[in-house]
Nanobody
Framework: LQLVESGGGLVQPGGSLRLSCTASGASLDNYSIGWFRQAPGKEREGASCINGRDGKIYYGDAVKGRFTISRDNAKNTVYLQMNSLKPEDTAVYYC???????????????????WGQGTQVTVSS
């Protein structure tokens, strides 16, 4: 399973971006997927994650109400819609997967085996 992120870029505060995580080598059906982010000098943290079978969703406190995770199994892609972006959302965003099945602890880094290379998101005026 290989994961490729896209959709990052430079956006002004208050703007929106949609990140995509597209898989190759296997179907994402029933895989648990996570979006993580790492800002300069900070540890990688879970932004939003979705389980593969029970559909449970997690949002980090910093993104609740602004980010939405969704999946399109027909396109083998998981999305992260990011609205009302803030400068503190600036980070490299990574897509990760485990499966098939549900992780025990949503959005905990070591639960996920497959990782993409990341896409840069910069929020600045």
């Amino acid at each position: 399973l290989q994961l490729v992120e896209s959709g990052g870029g430079l956006v002004q505060p208050g703007g929106s971006l949609r990140l995509s995580c597209t898989a190759s080598g296997a179907s994402l059906d029933n895989y648990s997927i996570g979006w993580f982010r790492q800002a300069p000098g900070k540890e990688r943290e879970g932004a939003s994650c979705i389980n593969g079978r029970d559909g449970k969703i997690y949002y980090g406190d910093a993104v609740k109400g602004r980010f939405t995770i969704s999946r399109d199994n027909a396109k083998n892609t998981v999305y992260l819609q990011m609205n009302s972006l803030k400068p503190e959302d600036t980070a490299v965003y990574y897509c990760a997967a485990w499966g098939p099945g549900d992780v025990q602890n949503l959005c905990i880094i070591w639960e996920y085996d497959y990782w993409g290379q990341g896409t840069q998101v910069t929020v600045s005026s």
